[in-house]
């Protein structure tokens, strides 16, 4: 069965410092999202993706966020300098149907933790 | 704007105890209603759906009917397993018409043998 893939699954990394998380969406989907979940808390969205731009974005997706497709597969959210509230998970999601139809499939999550 | 309510956690029950978990909104329209499920460790798992009123989406043994005149999603499930245990999001598509899909904060549901 086709799945979202995530890397890295987990990730330290020193305050300041620039983090990306990768993931890979399903193959013909065409609808992306970024979400986080701090430790115990809810799943934000962050942002939203559609034909190479962004579609919707969040208030937490300031200037330190970037999203890319750079090659047709893979799916990337960049963090240009971290800091200490961006611990968290990360998930990213996909959909083949869209806006407002059919379901969002989400990768494991990758764990961001800054130091 | 939209927003998801879920009863607050944890929910503690003994196995083969009838689960109910609350799940209401506010939302512009009818939006597509969702149940996601999260095991420990693990990422966000479709549990199941419904996309118009009246609807009851059903899965493993859950339940859930669209309530469009009490704007409700709960989720039940008449009796519950130990391998239930895990964290349990209502959720809904936006309305600004992206696919986004907003969260309740969560319900942790831990069934005891």
């Known amino acids: 069965e086709p799945e979202v893939t995530q890397t890295p699954s987990h990730q330290v990394t020193q305050m300041g410092q620039e983090v990306i998380l990768r993931c890979v969406p399903i193959?013909?989907?065409?609808?992306f999202y970024w979400y986080r979940q701090i430790l115990g808390q809810k799943v934000e969205f962050l942002v939203s993706?559609?034909?190479?731009?962004?579609?919707?974005k969040s208030e937490i997706f300031d200037d330190q966020f970037s999203v890319e497709r750079p090659d047709g597969s893979n799916f990337t959210l960049k963090i240009r300098s971290t800091k200490l509230e961006d611990s968290a998970m990360y998930f990213c999601?996909?959909?083949?149907?869209?806006?407002?139809?059919?379901?969002?499939?989400f990768g494991e999550g990758s764990r961001l933790t800054v130091l | 704007g939209d927003s998801v309510t879920q009863m607050e956690g944890p929910v503690t029950l003994s196995e083969e105890a009838f689960l109910t978990i609350n799940c209401t909104y506010t939302?512009?329209?009818?939006?597509?209603l969702f149940w996601y499920v999260q095991y420990p460790g693990e990422g966000l798992q479709l549990l199941l759906k419904?996309?118009?009123?009246?609807d009851k989406g059903s899965n493993k043994g859950f339940e859930a009917t669209y309530r469009k005149e009490t704007t409700s999603f709960h989720l039940e499930k008449g009796s519950v397993q130990v391998s239930d245990s895990a964290v349990y999001f209502c959720?809904?598509?936006?309305?600004?018409?992206?696919?986004?899909?907003?969260f309740g904060q969560g319900t942790t549901l831990q069934v005891k043998p």
């Open positions: 419904a996309t118009k009123a009246d």
């Open positions: 193959s013909n989907h065409l609808y």
């Open positions: 959720a809904l598509f936006g309305s600004s018409n992206t696919g986004k899909l907003i």
């Open positions: 999601a996909s959909k083949r149907t869209g806006p407002n139809t059919g379901e969002l499939f």
């Open positions: 993706f559609y034909n190479n731009e962004i579609s919707e």
């Open positions: 939302a512009t329209g009818y939006p597509s």
